[in-house]
């Protein structure tokens, strides 16, 4: 399962389109809860849409419903806060009518 706890992910939609986030729960199987955290990638704690996310290899060791503070010790312990930090490009999909 791609979308499991603690996978990095970026957002492809939404005003938060190119930026990376952590998801923290698995609500089922089309929605998910995910934190940026806000103070590191401006993606504030939120549930998120699974087809709205492009996941990355990367993949960090939380709890479930983690807090922000635990969630950037995870990251700093696995080296990723400047990887957190960028911002990805995102390709607008096409709109098909």
């Known amino acids: 399962m791609i979308e499991e706890i603690g996978r ?16 923290v729960d698995v609500l089922d199987k089309n929605f998910v809860l995910v934190t940026g955290p806000r103070e590191l990638t401006g993606v504030r704690r939120r549930k998120a849409n699974v087809a709205h996310l492009a996941f990355t290899p990367h993949k ?8 922000d503070e635990e969630v950037m010790k995870a990251l700093e312990k696995a080296g990723l806060i400047e990887y957190m930090k960028q911002k990805t490009k995102v390709e607008p999909k096409a709109i098909v009518s």
């Open 8 to 23: 990095i992910a970026v957002k492809v939609a939404g005003r938060e389109a190119g930026r990376k986030c952590v998801i």
């Open 60 to 67: 960090i060791e939380i709890q479930r419903n983690a807090s």
